[in-house]
T-cell receptor
């Protein structure tokens, strides 16, 4: 089983809909991250969380919200989806020691029509 | 502004033809530079972490090196299974342990 699991793997929806992407991990890591990947732009940070009570905005948080339901679960919501939020979304985790690598899930491909 | 630039964007090699990928960075107080491999439809897979200038890490046909301004990923005698997108990222102190990624180099190795 994967250490970092993202659901759904693919989603097609319409403009204006509310969408939730979920991430769960079995690595026991405290730190979790949401990134988005667009062709030609690379991976960009949306939100990150160092523990259940600590949520921080990343580079491109506008239009997104997150919830850290437990140490192992971190969800990303699009309250009212728009077409330019069409992208690949990745969840990642890392330990609390500085400089530890991040470990990624296999992503959610989201298309907003 | 912290930045990471990778070159070339794409690289085509024949099997056995060695080459290098470049990652140049500008960041205040580098905490770590990371190399990842990404296959189509998959998330980035961790390869190496480099912490200080002069450091080198090796894994099979890959060797990563670090200077004060850039990192190289050397690929020796590549095989078709080395075909992937290689991502470089740096850790930015102002974002905790979050990473700033380059746009990647897509490597294609033909037999």
């Amino acid at each position: 089983d994967a250490d970092v699991t993202q659901t759904p793997r693919n989603r097609i929806t319409k403009t204006g809909k509310r969408i939730m992407l979920e991430c769960s991990q079995t690595k026991g890591h405290d730190r979790m991250y949401w990134y988005r990947q667009d062709p030609g732009l690379g991976l960009r940070l949306i939100y990150y969380s160092f523990d259940v009570k600590d949520i921080n905005k990343g580079e491109i948080s506008d239009g997104y919200s997150v919830s850290r339901q437990a140490q192992a679960k971190f969800s990303l919501s699009l309250e009212s989806a728009i077409p330019n939020q069409t992208a690949l979304y990745f969840c990642a985790t890392s330990g609390t020691v500085s400089n530890q690598p991040q470990h990624f899930g296999d992503g959610t491909r989201l298309s907003i029509l | 502004e912290d930045q990471v630039t990778q070159s070339p964007e794409a690289l085509r090699l024949q099997e056995g033809e060695s080459s290098s990928l470049n990652c140049s960075y500008t960041v205040s107080g580098l905490r770590g530079l990371f190399w990842y491999r990404q296959d189509p439809g998959k998330g980035p897979e961790f390869l190496f972490t480099l912490y200080s200038a002069g450091e080198e890490k090796e894994k099979e046909r890959l060797k990563a090196t670090l200077t004060k301004k850039e990192s190289f990923l050397h690929i020796t005698a590549p095989k078709p299974e080395d075909s992937a997108t290689y991502l470089c990222a740096v850790q930015a102190p102002q974002a905790g342990t979050a990473l700033i990624f380059g746009k990647g180099t897509t490597l294609s190795v033909s037999s």
